[in-house]
């Protein structure tokens, strides 16, 4: 005896959620009991990506992508992906390994032609890179200057000799070093 399956959906997006073998009506042998939310269609093969989704009388098949992830081309902003079709304008689909990277380095990303790409290796990110190291050492030639501006006004209440064969002062020395400072720091601001 051929056993007859049913073939269920969820009821959100009416997805195809599994195939079950149906029970014969114990009044009419003859007839097999459908559950809610389910029919007797099989539904079309899927290939990877894809789900069926019922219409009330036939299966059409979607893009599938749940639990992949997309970015947000403006925000670049990360998501999971939770809804059944096209990946909604906007958006963009991308690995974990992407995923991961933009959230680490947004700004190795920029929207072109409506997707986010890789410009790792163009001479602008290069370039970027390139500012962010002046930025970060001009960020830490100012913090030593503002030390050595602390060590300064100590010396000048204290005045007291650094080198006894020279002659030379604390004051002299912290002012000849906050002096090479202010040039390092006009040329990393030249740059």
């Not at 029970?23 to 269609?41: D, I, S």
């Not at 390139?130 to 913090?143: A, F, L, T």
Request: hydrophobic share 30%.
């Amino acid at each position: 005896m051929e056993t007859k399956y049913y073939y269920s959906y969820n009821t959100e997006e009416n997805a195809f959620s599994g195939k079950f073998p149906a029970l014969k009506n114990p009044r009419r042998q003859t007839e097999y009991l459908l559950p809610a939310m389910a029919t007797f269609v099989k539904p079309p093969k899927t290939k990877k990506n894809e789900i069926a989704i019922w219409l009330g009388d036939s299966w059409i098949i979607k893009s599938d992508f749940r639990d992949l992830k997309q970015v947000n081309i403006e925000t670049k902003e990360i998501s999971n992906i939770e809804y059944i079709g096209s990946i909604k304008s906007g958006f963009q689909m991308v690995s974990d390994k992407i995923a991961e990277d933009i959230q680490l380095n947004p700004d190795k990303y920029k929207k072109i032609k409506n997707q986010l790409v890789d410009i790792s290796e163009t001479v602008e990110y290069k370039e970027f890179l390139h500012q962010q190291e002046i930025d970060i050492k001009k960020i830490e030639v100012e913090k030593k200057l503002i030390d050595l501006d602390a060590k300064r006004v100590r010396a000048m209440c204290e005045p007291t000799i650094k080198d006894e064969s020279t002659g030379e002062t604390w004051l002299d020395y912290y002012n000849s070093e906050a002096q090479k400072l202010r040039e390092e720091l006009k040329r990393l601001n030249e740059n």
